[in-house]
Nanobody
Framework: QVWLAESGGGSVEAGGSLTVSCATS????????MGWFRQVPGKEREGVAI??????TTYSDAVKGRFTISRDSATSVYLQMNSLKGEDTAMYYC????????????????????WGQGTQVTVSS
């Protein structure tokens, strides 16, 4: 069993920055594919970024160049968000799948095994 817990969400003005964090149990971060997703009420969950065990990262086109996924230990993953826009407003979730990112359809939320409860990010314009 793996638990994940997001934190760091909040309200920020457009153009601002925010970093959300994901703490996990065990050493899932070091061994498996970790992803950040976001969801707006009434819409499907959207893949934002993933980080591979070797540190390789992939971003959605919507956030490429503005967001950075990283990890600093075997148990924590971060999503640094810069130049925030109103359309970035969403509930942000981290997730883990017990595979390498390169071996799965990492933008598909259905492949992920465990999820956090989410942290709300609100960007005001």
């Amino acid at each position: 069993q793996v638990w994940l817990a997001e934190s760091g969400g909040g309200s920020v003005e457009a153009g601002g920055s925010l970093t959300v964090s994901c703490a996990t149990s065990g050493d899932a971060v070091a061994k498996y594919c970790m992803g950040w997703f976001r969801q707006v009420p009434g819409k499907e969950r959207e893949g934002v970024a993933i980080i591979e065990t070797d540190g390789t990262t992939t971003y959605s086109d919507a956030v490429k160049g503005r967001f950075t996924i990283s990890r600093d230990s075997a148990t924590s993953v971060y999503l640094q968000m810069n130049s925030l826009k109103g359309e970035d407003t969403a509930m942000y979730y981290c997730a883990v799948v017990f595979e390498l990112c390169a071996t799965i359809s990492h933008s598909d939320e259905n492949v992920y095994s465990y999820w956090g409860q989410g942290t709300q990010v609100t960007v005001s314009s």
